[in-house]
């Protein structure tokens, strides 16, 4: 971590100084990612976009702020009475303000609080939000009562500012100050179709230091009475992005609606929302917000689910968030049923399908029952040979191998991530050419067995491909292949899988 964090420090010093020379006033310079932050006019950033080694240059807009029947509709209360609680988990909750624990609901034995100033100032908007994964109330248990929580304060306004630089500041503050494995992001930057530096930042963190984001969908202010796109951070390829679940104030699924007021794919961008939580109505921590929907609550239930998964099985999955996505995304369950009776399928604003806490420890378990697999999970890694001056992909498919039981429905996630920070356009600066943070591979995923074969059925836009049928016999070999391109600039992409399989009731 130390020498990628060296490498990016390094790789600003040069442009800093250009941007001083130009007359340009540097606000902040990345300590996680090779990005400075600065003001000044149109001429001069036009300026500093022609010097060597800037990729991109992003304008600076606005963000805003985005349990007792949520927990239990996470199934969060089978994780608790197993032990599955977050213990030795690191979670970071970053927002304008910090946690007031002075509040009797919070964790009280590890938690801190720091500030990109150094100032701490308390509001009751980050208690609720980390109620819902240290809470400590019965009543309304957060999600890993036994994580550590990290309260980060950006330092900026509280309920709305810039989004400028102490969202990166803070960021990197969590990760490298507070050893954060995991950060919750319950904000909202308006940006057309997700183009900012704020993405971008976040994933180069999550696929080059190995840290766990989930991060919002939307609210209602941010995209309006109809359905809007998701905007960034979650846009953003390698995070895991929130939807909102109305649930009614039942601990069951059956009456569950998916809110359908925002978080749709935004244009030209990646499938997103891939998940969804409880997030209308929700009290945390002792604290009421409202009706909602509101993605801040529904966020950090994903966070906390990626804190279990670290306390179950830390040597696996605690630098791994290709493969928690893929567990998290494999065990959702699905409430937005296709016309004819489907039970499952992709959708706009539910993902993939709604968390489930329960399911997600399972399959982190490989747990067995009646001496069949009810889940697994694991990574590959394709390698490219260099030919002179790119990488070619000639390796063919990787296999793993999926273990169920016949008449069992089976669900098989596999996700892979964006490398960030690639490409310069050929124009030079263009807010309006959005040629950073894309894929540069796409794969693909096909299940057989027994003479049956299933295969994904998405593919562009998107870097999460799966598949669900009733298994007929005990053994599956999933494969995972490139399809349709490899970009000669990637030496090497590793992918997560994750399956799980069920009695459907």
């Not at 701490?120 to 929580?149: D, E, F, K, M």
């Not at 080059?208 to 953003?236: F, I, K, M, R, W």
Request: proline share 5%; with cysteine; glycine share 12%.
């Amino acid at each position: 971590m130390r020498a990628w964090s060296a490498s990016a420090v390094k790789a600003t010093v040069p442009v800093a100084q250009e941007a001083r020379r130009l007359g340009m006033a540097v606000e902040y310079a990345g300590r996680l990612a090779p990005v400075i932050w600065v003001t000044g006019t149109p001429q001069q950033v036009r300026a500093l976009a022609q010097t060597d080694g800037i990729l991109d240059v992003y304008p600076s807009q606005q963000t805003s702020l985005t349990m007792s029947i949520a927990g239990p509709t996470d199934q969060a209360d089978y994780s608790y009475a197993n032990g599955h609680r977050g213990a030795g988990s690191r979670v970071a909750v970053v927002e304008y303000a910090n946690v007031d624990w002075s509040n009797g609901h919070l964790s009280g034995s590890c938690h801190s609080s720091d500030s990109t100033t150094g100032v701490i100032v308390t509001h009751n908007h980050p208690a609720w939000v980390s109620g819902a994964i240290v809470g400590q109330l019965a009543s309304q248990r957060g999600v890993a009562p036994s994580a550590c929580l990290i309260s980060i304060g950006t330092g900026g306004e509280q309920g709305g500012g810039t989004d400028d630089w102490r969202i990166l500041a803070a960021i990197d503050l969590a990760v490298l100050e507070h050893d954060a494995q995991v950060i919750n992001l319950s904000i909202v930057q308006n940006t057309s179709a997700g183009q900012s530096a704020l993405r971008d930042y976040i994933d180069h963190v999550v696929r080059t230091y190995g840290v766990h984001v989930a991060a919002s969908g939307g609210n209602p202010e941010q995209c309006g009475d109809t359905p809007g796109p998701v905007l960034s951070p979650g846009t953003a390829w390698n995070v895991v992005t929130v939807g909102t679940l109305k649930d009614r104030r039942t601990t069951t699924w059956a009456d569950d609606v998916v809110n359908t007021k925002c978080s749709v794919d935004p244009p030209g961008g990646p499938f997103k929302p891939e998940v969804s939580a409880p997030g209308t109505d929700v009290t945390s921590a002792g604290i009421y917000f409202g009706t909602g929907p509101l993605a801040s609550i529904a966020v950090p239930q994903v966070a906390g689910t990626f804190a279990q998964l670290i306390g179950i099985n830390p040597g696996e999955l605690a630098a791994s968030p290709i493969r928690t996505k893929a567990i998290i995304l494999a065990a959702s369950h699905v409430h937005m049923v296709a016309a004819g009776g489907e039970p499952y399928r992709l959708d706009d604003e539910e993902g993939i399908g709604s968390l489930t806490s329960k399911w997600s420890d399972i399959v982190a378990k490989r747990q067995v029952y009646e001496g069949y697999p009810l889940g697994g999970f694991g990574r590959v890694q394709f390698d490219a040979t260099y030919q002179g001056p790119c990488y070619e992909y000639n390796g063919g498919w990787k296999t793993f191998t999926i273990s169920t039981k016949p008449g069992r429905y089976v669900r098989v996630v596999v996700d892979w991530f964006s490398h960030a920070f690639y490409n310069k356009g050929t124009n030079g600066y263009d807010p309006a050419d959005i040629h950073s943070d894309q894929l540069r591979t796409d794969l693909d995923l096909v299940v057989t067995g027994n003479g049956e074969t299933y295969t994904s059925r998405w593919h562009n836009g998107y870097n999460v491909a799966w598949v669900q049928f009733v298994a007929s016999t005990d053994t599956y070999t999933g494969i995972i292949e490139v399809y349709g391109g490899w970009s000669c600039t990637v030496a090497s992409e590793p992918a997560g899988w994750a399956y799980v399989s069920w009695n459907w009731s």
